[in-house]
């Protein structure tokens, strides 16, 4: 397991959907990967699970048994993970080289005081599979692992000033309890633009930029906030996530390409991936551009494309499938060569990417 995601965040966040088309586009371009379910909970995965902690307890067995709720029955879970560590290190060993992505249940108890998540991945180091930390590389010979952390949050949060201030004091939480390199990712950013303006660009968010804008914002969405009791809460947490400079986020759109491929660069960053002997093995166009780092999405392309221009590059991109799909349909004299060599690529905005073949499947 050289190269590892562990996929966190609260429930509805996204996480088993971003594990299924992250699989899919690791796989598109060359990277042998494998998912890991450690969610007890979750009994109906949309990607193929290559370990899942069911196998080893379910949780309605300890609801059963321990006549606990679901939450208490999560944590119980992990706990029963922490004390069968050998049962997980016996399926990561079977993995070999795979890069494998995490996917963590959803209470943020786990991610933020419970110890046995982070237990468990400190127990996994010891394997071997280390961490390198961005201010104090390790020189040992046997690292052989890199994890990042992605705190996966739902965008909607960015409509209302007090789930967007609790948000940033989530994340904070969450570096600092799982104490590993670690990216903050707004998911579902394809949906933002249905919920209304917002009263700043996406920069501002993305960035954590001066809190002390949004205070004003933050006292017209509640009334009964508007006295000097409320006013020193909210500026003491307003310094507080401003005094760390920890937080920022990036943005996802799971089903757009640019975007899945602007993440994973964050990531393999963040996580020090050089890409191994498995890739270049064929020269496909995402393969190239993630070898060769092709310039990705900047906050303003995704302003620009989510926001402010959303229904223009919808239609574009509709039209552009319609297109591809009568191309294939109807007979075609071109020359074969050229033919292969264009036929993952499609327009969007007047620059052409290759298709990754994502199908994101969502679960009711």
């Not at 992605?150 to 799982?178: E, K």
Request: glycine letters at 8%; proline letters at 4%.
């Amino acid at each position: 397991m050289p190269f590892a995601q562990l996929i966190v965040g609260p429930p509805g966040s996204g996480k088993s959907t971003y594990c299924d088309g992250m699989h899919q586009f690791l796989s598109t371009i060359g990277r042998k990967c494998s998912v890991v379910n450690l969610d007890p909970a979750n009994e109906k995965t949309s990607y193929p699970c290559a370990l899942d902690i069911r196998d080893l307890v379910t949780l309605e067995e300890i609801m059963a048994e321990e006549e606990l709720g679901p939450n208490g029955g999560v944590l119980y879970a992990l706990e029963e993970l922490e004390h069968n560590q050998e049962w997980l290190q016996a399926g990561l060993k079977e993995l070999g080289e795979d890069y494998v992505l995490f996917d963590c249940p959803g209470q943020v108890e786990l991610f933020t005081h419970h110890s046995s998540l982070r237990n468990v991945f400190f127990r996994i180091q010891k394997l071997g599979y280390r961490v390198r930390f961005s201010h104090s590389p390790l020189r040992c010979a046997d690292v052989q692992a890199q994890l990042v952390a992605l705190h996966l949050t739902d965008s909607y949060n960015l409509t209302l000033p007090s789930l967007y201030i609790s948000t940033l004091l989530l994340s904070l939480r969450a570096m600092l309890q799982m104490d590993l390199p670690h990216l903050n990712v707004l998911t579902k950013i394809d949906k933002l633009a249905s919920y209304g303006p917002l009263p700043f660009n996406l920069n501002y968010y993305t960035e954590v930029q001066d809190l002390s804008y949004l205070l004003p914002h933050l006292a017209k969405e509640n009334p009964g906030m508007r006295n000097s009791k409320f006013e020193g809460l909210n500026n003491a947490v307003v310094d507080l996530v401003e005094d760390f400079g920890l937080v920022g986020f990036e943005t996802l759109a799971v089903e757009d390409k640019r975007s899945m491929m602007t993440l994973l660069q964050a990531i393999d960053k963040a996580g020090g991936y050089a890409f191994g002997g498995a890739e270049g093995a064929n020269d496909t166009v995402w393969q190239v551009a993630m070898r060769e780092g092709m310039k990705g999405m900047t906050i303003d392309d995704v302003q620009e494309r989510w926001i402010n221009r959303k229904e223009e590059f919808d239609e574009l991109e509709q039209r552009g499938l319609e297109e591809k799909a009568e191309s294939q349909e109807a007979p075609s004299f071109a020359d074969d060569a050229g033919d292969e060599n264009d036929s993952n690529i499609e327009e969007i905005g007047g620059r052409y990417v290759p298709d990754s073949g994502i199908k994101v499947i969502r679960r009711d």
